[in-house]
């Protein structure tokens, strides 16, 4: 299973960007995915979190900017965030928690990362 993340880029402050993580591989189901952020020099926070039934968490400074949804068909999930600030500059990394098939009877349940976007938030 590989996820890879598109969608990064530079933008204003108060500008919008739309965050992409496709899943590929031999899926069965993505129960949860989550996105994070790092920014240079600080840890790996907590972006997001969608599960199966399309509940969501965010973290505290989301404050109603980010919307994450998925869509399980493509096995892809998506980060909408508007009024972005500098302060959002970071790297952001999907993940999701995978049952993907083994063989030809059996799953196995994991979490994948991607390899990171790089978001960028200044004018």
């Known amino acids: 299973v590989q996820l890879v993340e598109s969608g990064g880029g530079l933008v204003q402050p108060g500008g919008s960007l739309k965050l992409s993580c496709a899943a590929s591989?031999?899926?069965?189901?993505?129960?949860?995915m989550s996105w994070y952020r790092q920014a240079l020099g600080k840890q790996r926070e907590l972006v997001a979190v969608i599960t199966q039934d399309d509940s969501t968490t965010y973290g505290d400074f989301v404050k109603g900017r980010f919307t994450a949804s998925r869509d399980d068909a493509k096995h892809t999930g998506y980060l909408q965030m508007n009024s972005l600030k500098p302060e959002d500059t970071a790297v952001y990394y999907c993940s999701a928690n995978v049952v993907a098939y083994v063989g030809v009877f059996n799953t196995d349940t994991t979490d994948y990362w991607g390899q990171g976007t790089e978001v960028t938030v200044s004018s």
């Open positions: 591989g031999r899926i069965f189901r993505i129960n949860r």
